[in-house]
């Protein structure tokens, strides 16, 4: 505990963004947001001597959306819509947080259907492929591998195509909902589901091909970006680039959710530690993705509800709208008032793309949140690129601002 005695922390002064300096043999100059590899949304402010990084600052901030403020402005039913946008890579990763935290709030999570429950866990793993495919398809352009991009995106292409089926749109979807899914699979969606199974393994051999044993890309990656298992538990990494430093944490495993207990599946490591091992991580991940949808993919064959059947919490079915008053007053409440959920706080996780992702949910008993917190695993595992930069050639920043694979609209949010 602090006593207000202690002699304050020789930090050094930040980084200025606004000019280009000289001190001595060193210059601060930015990189960024206009740099093509920070995407538009990143400004590292360096000091550099010659070629070598001695500190480097993150400015965020240029995406600021204001997204949890929103949300608490929104029925809770309402707040999944602006929730999805936040990580705009694994939209249905943020729904599926969310709506778990709500029905813990609420105290159904045991009602939930086991068919709504396996469906969850087939979007969730679609997803993480398919944002390890932005991942890894933008990641090659940066190191100037310009095919993988189109292999990659092939693949999820594929994915958005069965989101669109399933939930009407192919980015942001809102299939997920508090008490279940926004209706059942349709009609061809499992014959779709059978074709990606089907392909996935020829276009992943494909992808490691031109990729794993790549002599260009192995030079730009081994070695570089290096984040010790200490390191990354002291910086609050978590996900691949926690686990490519040797540490197996999975919420999936360590907090099962959604049924995960039931599935077999490995949690991808190395040891390395670097941007290579984050690379091969990530490929394993796929993999195990993959393994997963297919064990869902059996069980998909039995019959079952998606909804709860509690007219208070979920709308009543179209088809008795026109049929009951009930039903109809029932509806229009929902859409009108939306649900109010009892006074409490939680915390709920998931293994999301990037890692840990969660949300710290309160509610006074309104029909609104009284406070949306998110655990950003891309802000955390971004604050390491400060540790990993330092001492590094100014050409390795891209690497390893790509093996950590922040998303700003969760960064800022």
Known sequence: MSTGTEAPSATPAPLSAEVVARSGNTMIVSMGPQHPSTHGVLQVVIEVSGEIIERAEMEIGYLHTGIEKSAEN????????????????????????????????????????????AIR?????????????????TGGIDLGAISTFFYAFDIREDILDLQEVAGGARMHPNYFRIGGLNGDLPAGFLAKLDALIAKFPQRMRELRALLQNNPILRDRMIGVGVVSAEDAV?????GPSLRASGIAYDVRRAFPYSGYEKYEFNVAT??????????LVR??????????IAQVRKELERP???????????????ETIALSMEALIHHFKIVSEGIRVPPGDVYQAIESPRGELGYYLVS????????????????????????????SLIADLVVMIGSLDPVFGEVDR
């Not at 079952?304 to 179209?318: F, H, N, R």
């Open 74 to 117: 929104l029925f809770w039913t309402q707040a999944q819509t602006v929730v999805e946008r936040m990580d705009y890579l694994s939209p249905l990763g943020n729904a599926l947080c969310y709506v778990l935290g709500a029905e813990k709030l609420l105290g159904i999570t045991e009602r939930i259907p086991e068919r709504a429950q």
């Open 121 to 137: 866990v087939l979007f969730a793993e679609l997803t993480r492929i398919a944002s390890h495919c932005v991942w890894l398809g």
């Open 234 to 238: 002291r910086w609050n990494v978590t």
């Open 270 to 279: 190395r040891t390395e530690g670097d941007a290579y091992a984050r690379f």
């Open 283 to 292: 490929l394993e991940e796929m993999d195990e993705a993959m393994r997963i």
């Open 304 to 318: 079952g509800p998606v909804l709860i059947d509690d007219p208070k919490l979920v709308a009543p079915p179209k």
């Open 364 to 391: 006074n008993g309104d029909n609104r949140p009284w406070r949306v917190r998110t655990r950003p695993p891309s802000l955390y595992n971004l604050q390491a690129l400060e540790l990993i930069a330092s001492g």
